[in-house]
């Protein structure tokens, strides 16, 4: 079997939409709902654009999927942790925002939120640990872990206007 195809796309003030095409040629996608929540959809075989199926999931609903999904000896990683209570989301920086062009320390993401930036995805290139001095610009895709509150707070600081 080749590698799986899988695709993401940034649903702005709604969450991320990954798609998946199997080895079969079948379409799986999943929207990860910034609140917590996801869709998981199959579509026709006949027509790939027709939905066959569609189901929202808990956060909790979706945590048990996942861990039905994995191996037994699978270990889980940091992120997939749910007694952590963390979460990681790509927020997308729009070419409108108030913060294009600005200092990532402007924001004050940390002490107003309690989330952090871990990483910065523009154009092909990954900025890890990005520091306070670093110029943010529009089309940047922030890599956001905390609380589901947390990263709630930075997606509405990063979304201003």
Do not use: Q
Request: aromatic content about 4%; overall charge neutral; some cysteine.
């Amino acid at each position: 079997m080749g590698v799986p195809r899988l695709s993401s796309t940034p649903l702005p003030g709604i969450g991320v939409r990954y798609d998946l095409t199997t080895r079969e040629r079948r379409r799986l996608s999943v929207v990860a709902h910034r609140d917590g929540t996801r869709t998981v959809s199959a579509y026709r075989t006949d027509d790939p654009d027709a939905c066959a199926l569609s189901v929202r999931l808990t956060a909790g609903e979706a945590e048990a999927l996942v861990d039905a999904m994995k191996p037994t000896h699978h270990s889980p990683n940091l992120l997939s942790t749910t007694e952590l209570g963390l979460v990681a989301e790509r927020i997308e920086l729009s070419t409108v925002s108030y913060w294009n062009g600005r200092l990532l320390g402007e924001t004050r993401m940390r002490t107003a939120t309690g989330a952090s930036i871990v990483a910065v995805l523009r154009r092909a290139e990954a900025i890890p640990s990005p520091t306070p001095d670093f110029r943010l610009a529009g089309g940047d895709t922030l890599i956001v872990i905390g609380t589901r509150e947390g990263v709630e707070a930075a997606a509405a600081i990063l979304g201003r206007e």
